[in-house]
């Protein structure tokens, strides 16, 4: 039988891990904000985090200014100490490699990326996204002293039904591989899209909003879910796949083996052909996103048609799913009002337009970091293994 001093200790590191979880989660954080979230009583609260405080194991900061328009005293926050951990997000995308640095503490260190060549096969691959973290190390200064993990974004699904959601499928192991070998820390592998998703509501446009709708709009359409604050994978992985729903059962096969994909309609490979079709050539996505910035009339007509089907399909999924919030990302959604307001047109007309409630359509806020950033993300929040390696010891 335990003793009641036994019982009293347990009931206190459970206290303090309900503290660092929502550190490691939310980033920096009032002590009013971690009493709502973890529904201790402020004594209790403000002992344990002076202890942690002196066990070195948070730090205390100045967050932004409280009060309108910036006046009034900074709040104090808390946050993980910086150096008990950092965290490398990685994204292998069509053309590039992206990193992300970030610690624990949510601290973004250095960005950084570099082109991938046409048809370089994974071992290629492997090698470049080793000399991308190689290069951000030596030229920021990262110190990865405390090396924690590394988060990698793929393009496509990953599923593998020998592999858990969030490990390494088949595909991918002889990357993974590599970047352990190298780093000597656990590699974890998501689709690129979600991770972003996971970014935009962590650092972004969707920071601290519990149900978004993203949608990545680029050589690919891509997207994720988050619902009730988690990131939605669906039981093969595949949740979020906005590209690949059907405007046309009729229409063209798409390479998921379905017909009239909305990919195939709006992806960039497509809207290079609408442009050209309409006498305008242009040789990539960059030109095509720079020509509608210079307001070439006929890339205009076909960026606002396809962000028209795009709003539909957005308005579909506003009606299955309320979200607070849809944040589109990815080259496309730079273009601000000509992609933003076909999309803000169709979800106020077609979800639920009598029903009193709001729905944001905004750009995302990390741009094409938002996928690396997102596979530090993912290992902030959503993986239970390394997360728990993660926290730091306190006791
Ligand atoms: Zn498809």
């Excluded at 970030?102 to 960005?111: E, L, M, R, Y």
């Excluded at 969707?206 to 997207?223: E, F, K, L, Q, T």
């Amino acid at each position: 039988m335990s003793r009641p001093a036994d019982a009293l200790q347990r009931l206190r590191r459970v206290h303090e891990e309900a503290v660092l979880d929502n550190l490691r989660t939310s980033g920096a954080l009032s002590r009013a904000e971690l009493m709502a979230r973890t529904g201790l009583s402020r004594t209790t609260l403000f002992a344990i985090i002076s202890d942690m405080i002196e066990q070195g194991a948070i730090v205390e900061t100045r967050g932004p200014e409280a009060g309108p328009r910036g006046r009034g005293r900074p709040a104090a926050q808390v946050r993980l100490n910086p150096e008990a951990g950092q965290l490398i997000g990685l994204e292998l995308a069509r053309q590039q490699v992206r990193v992300a640095v970030a610690n624990v503490s949510h601290q973004i260190v250095a960005t950084d990326a570099m082109d991938l060549p046409r048809d370089g096969d994974l071992d290629a691959q492997a090698e470049i996204a080793v000399s991308l973290v190689r290069r951000v190390v030596r030229e920021r200064g990262v110190r990865l002293s405390a090396l924690e993990a590394i988060g990698l974004g793929i393009v496509g699904v990953v599923d593998d039904p020998d592999v858990p959601l969030g490990l390494v499928p088949a595909r991918y192991s002889p990357i993974a591989a590599r970047l352990e070998r190298e780093f000597g820390v656990r590699v974890a592998v998501d689709n690129n899209a979600r991770l972003a998703a996971l970014a935009e509501r962590t650092w972004g446009a969707a920071r601290s909003v519990d149900n978004v709708v993203y949608v990545r709009w680029s050589v690919g359409v891509g997207g994720g879910y988050i619902l009730g604050g988690r990131l939605v994978r669906g039981a093969h992985g595949a949740a979020g796949e906005l590209g690949h729903v059907s405007l046309d059962p009729d229409g063209p096969p798409c390479h998921c083996g379905g017909r009239g994909c909305l990919e195939g309609r709006i992806g960039g490979p497509a809207l290079l052909d609408a442009c050209a079709a309409r006498g305008v050539a242009l040789p990539g996505l960059a030109e095509l996103v720079t020509a509608a910035q210079d307001r070439v009339p006929e890339v205009c007509q076909v960026i606002s048609a396809a962000a028209g089907d795009l709003g539909r399909v957005l308005a579909d999924t506003v009606v299955q799913l309320d979200p607070e919030r849809v944040v589109l990302g990815g080259e496309l959604s730079v273009l601000g009002s000509l992609v933003l307001d076909p999309v803000r047109g169709a979800v106020a007309s077609l979800s639920l337009p009598n029903s009193p409630r709001r729905i944001d359509v905004v750009p995302g806020d990390l741009g094409s970091s938002a996928s690396a950033l997102g596979a530090i993300a993912l290992m902030l929040h959503e993986e239970p293994v390394i997360a728990e390696h993660l926290r730091p010891t306190v006791g």
